[in-house]
Every structure is written in structure tokens, then in C-alpha cells.
């Protein structure tokens, strides 16, 4: 039987004052199915919208008076950070709206996808090694161009970078047919004085933050510095290059941020993480597949550090109550927010559909790599992030030391002949 329903458009509205103010009195509650969606989250929505001329997304965040609502809210805020920042490389934020029921940000909207949705999407051969090189390039830019202007990011990981499909780009003699953007500012902070105070806890995704915020220092007076980054750009880096979601094997996420900052535990120790794997598998059932299966949040899943069944934890308190007792933060637990970088993962969200071909025409290997020298760039990035996430924040790289690192390595590719 043929379907009687219509396919109705969706509304592309403009944000441009009238519409805007008009908007945000009437239009978003009663016509709120109505507007082309780019993403849902904890956070609210993504439309799609246009402003002064250029296609754009608007987030919008209803606000309450519960603590819930609130912390996102604040998250939203700290979005203004990214207002003057203007960088091929980071998402430009338009305009911040700052209204009695709704929070808005509106940001500059492009062709792309989300690095995660990439990684996660199964594929015949892995992205090719300079195409690895060259979004890391991109990445350690734009947190350059960051800790430039005094501000850290706090959760750099690859579900917060976009990879735009469109227009061409050249690094070291590279030339490619995509641009990676740093994006989702809500947690980031500026390092100035008149803001030294600022706490920094809900911020980040535990997997990828460095062992001093793990560990309660909160403030940047604490020794908290643009570093921090750093760290989340070596478990990044590592993600990349090894083609797996850090520490897969370990659903809790209370156990990972013991071990990171207790003992040293890092994405490579393979080691203890498949020691860890054995045990949760004995003790949880099977650990969620698939490829970069999403295991951010606070997956509710209180694993012992002891052997004997009789020392498990028995509650999520219990656990909690150790890891403070130990210093280590805990108030991320309540913080379950929605990036900006989920405006590309939903389906739809791009005017291309992310196949298999896609990838292999976009990330495909053009350079005969000799073995030998292929098994010195892998040596050169496992190096590089094994710098990147030492425990003692003094002992990373900088930004600018690490994108020198990396373009030292694309020019070793240069000199080998293009693949035919």
C-alpha cells in the first residue's frame, strides 16, 4: 500500500535579528518539529539555519533552574571563549545569544563529518599514514593557535574534531581534499588571571584527561596548565595511529581514572589492560563490541582492583568514597553533555552519506612508503605520544614542539615517490 503521507521540508531558518528574536518568543515551541536537525544530545538540539547570508548551525539549550540544567548551561557559556578565535583549523562560533528561556550558539556550518564517526566505521585498509599525520597537524594547529591566546580546550578527543570535505589544503607539500576543525568549546577555559579561581570540575571525558585533573587539580593555580591538552592530544594521537578506542577493554570508567593516575596506566599498556579485561569479562559479562563502541560517560560497572570476589566494591558510592580518599575528582560523574562534534554523527547530517568509498578515496595511501621508512614514522609518533601523556605536566611537549615534530615526520613522506 502506497503511504498518504507527505514528505514535508524542513524549515532552514534565518537567525538574523527579527527572525531570530521571533524565534526565541514563538517559533522553537510550537514549530519545533518542524527545523532540519543536525544533532541531538544531552545538551538540546543542532539546527540547521542561516545568518547574514552564510549556512550555519545553531545550538540551542532550553534553560531550567535544576543543578542538571544548569551545569550545561555553563558548559554552553564557556563557548564565548572560542567568539574571537579565527583559525582555519577551529569551528568559527558566530555568536553567542544569551536569552531568558533558550542559550544559542551560532557556528559556522560546512560539509563534513565527525574524526569519530571516520575511526568507526568499518573499512577495508586502515587511513593511510600521512593522512594520519596530516590531521594530527591539523589538531596540534588549532590547539597552537589556543594556548597562543591563553586558552585550553579540556577535552580534546576525536569526537570534537570535524573533518570538512570540501576545498583543497596544502601542508608540507601535502595536498589533500579535506581540513580538520577543533570544535565544542563548552568545556574550555582561558588562562588569565582574573580567572584563576575558576574551578574546573565536569570537565573533559575521563579517557582522554590528563592524570592533574584526574587527580582534583581543579584550578590553575593548582599547576594546571595548557599541557593538559597536550595530554588528551597524545591518547588522540594514539588512538589514530593504532586504530582502537583507548582502554576498550575497561568499561568502568571509575577504574581507568585510578590506574591513570596511580599507576601511570596509559592506552599502550597492553599489559594491564588485557589483565583488566580478563577480569571484567569474569566478572561482568561480555565487554560491549564493536570498533570505538561509545564508552564515554559514566558506565555503571563498579569493578574491583582486587583479586578476590569478596573485595569487590559493592556500590557506585563505594567506589566513588575510594577514588576521593585517593584524590581523585569525581564530580564528572554528573556531566553527561552532548558535543558540538555530534552535529556530523547523526545520519543525514551531511549532504554525503560516509561510505567505505568515501574513505578511500579521501584518506587513501598516494605515497610509496618504503617498509623502513614506514617503521620510522611509527617509531617518531609513538615517541611523540609517549611524551605527550607523561605524568608530570612539565615533561610534555609544547604545541609548538609537537607540530614541528609531526611536520618533521610528513617531510620524510614528501621524498618518497606518489603512488600510481
Known amino acids: 500500500m502506497t503511504s498518504t503521507e507527505l514528505d514535508v521540508p524542513k524549515i532552514e531558518i534565518s537567525f538574523d535579528t527579527p527572525n531570530r528574536e521571533r524565534f526565541l518568543r514563538d517559533d522553537f515551541r510550537t514549530k519545533r518539529d518542524s527545523y532540519a536537525i543536525l544533532g541531538r544530545g544531552s545538551y538540546g538540539i543542532v539546527i540547521k539555519a542561516s545568518y547574514r547570508g552564510r549556512p550555519i548551525a545553531v545550538k540551542i539549550l532550553e534553560k531550567r533552574s535544576t543543578h542538571r540544567h544548569r551545569t550545561r548551561y555553563d558548559?554552553?557559556?564557556?563557548?564565548?571563549?572560542?567568539?574571537?578565535?579565527?583559525?582555519?583549523?577551529?569551528?568559527?562560533?558566530?555568536?553567542?545569544?544569551?536569552?531568558?528561556?533558550?542559550?544559542?550558539?551560532?557556528m559556522e556550518r560546512f560539509d563534513g563529518y565527525c574524526l569519530q564517526r571516520i575511526l568507526s566505521?568499518?573499512?577495508?585498509?586502515p587511513i593511510a599514514v600521512q593522512h594520519k599525520l596530516l590531521i594530527l597537524c591539523d589538531i596540534i594547529s588549532g590547539l597552537c593557535f589556543c594556548h597562543r591566546h591563553k586558552?585550553?580546550?579540556l577535552d580534546v578527543k576525536p569526537q570534537n574534531v570535524i573533518v570538512t570535505i570540501n576545498g583543497r589544503a596544502n601542508v608540507a607539500d601535502l595536498t589533500r581534499n579535506y581540513l580538520c576543525k577543533l570544535c565544542d568549546f563548552g568545556s574550555s577555559m582561558r588562562l588569565e588571571p582574573w580567572q584563576r579561581?575558576?574551578?574546573?570540575?565536569?570537565?573533559?571525558?575521563?579517557?582522554?584527561m590528563a592524570p592533574e585533573l584526574l587527580r582534583g587539580q581543579s584550578r590553575p593555580n593548582d599547576g594546571f596548565t595548557e599541557r593538559a591538552d597536550i595530554y588528551s592530544f597524545g591518547v588522540t594521537m594514539w588512538q589514530l595511529e593504532e586504530d582502537r578506542f583507548p582502554y576498550e577493554?575497561?568499561?568502568?570508567?571509575?577504574?581507568?581514572?585510578y590506574n591513570v593516575v596511580k599507576k601511570g596506566l596509559r592506552p599502550d599498556s597492553v599489559t594491564a589492560v588485557a589483565a583488566f579485561g580478563r577480569r571484567v569479562t569474569n566478572q561482568q559479562g561480555p565487554i560491549p563490541t564493536g570498533r570505538f563502541g561509545c564508552l564515554h560517560g559514566s558506565l555503571r560497572a563498579p569493578v574491583s582492583l582486587a583479586g578476590a570476589p569478596g573485595d569487590r566494591f559493592e556500590s557506585d558510592a563505594v567506589?566513588?568514597?575510594?577514588?576521593?580518599?585517593q584524590g581523585i575528582s569525581v564530580e564528572y560523574r554528573g556531566r553527561k553533555k552532548g558535543p558540538i562534534g555530534a552535529i556530523c554523527a547523526e545520519r543525514g547530517s551531511s549532504d554525503r552519506e560516509l561510505t567505505v568509498e568515501t574513505l578511500k578515496d579521501v584518506f587513501g595511501d598516494r605515497y610509496v612508503i618504503p617498509h623502513q621508512k614506514r617503521a620510522q614514522l611509527r617509531q617518531m609518533m609513538r615517541t611523540l605520544y609517549d611524551k605527550c601523556w607523561r605524568s608530570d605536566p612539565t615533561c610534555r611537549p609544547d604545541a609548538v614542539t609537537v607540530r614541528a615534530t609531526i611536520h618533521e615526520a610528513l617531510e620524510k613522506i614528501v621524498l618518497c615517490k606518489c603512488a600510481k
Do not use: M, W
Open 75 to 106: 558548559s554552553l557559556l564557556n563557548e564565548a571563549n572560542a567568539l574571537k578565535l579565527r583559525h582555519d583549523n577551529i569551528v568559527t562560533v558566530l555568536k553567542i545569544v544569551d536569552d531568558v528561556q533558550f542559550g544559542l550558539v551560532l
Open 121 to 125: 566505521l568499518p573499512r577495508n585498509q
Open 151 to 153: 586558552l585550553v580546550h
Open 197 to 208: 579561581n575558576e574551578t574546573l570540575v565536569n570537565r573533559g571525558t575521563i579517557r582522554y
Open 249 to 257: 577493554e575497561i568499561p568502568c570508567n571509575e577504574v581507568i581514572a
Open 319 to 325: 567506589v566513588d568514597d575510594v577514588l576521593r580518599r
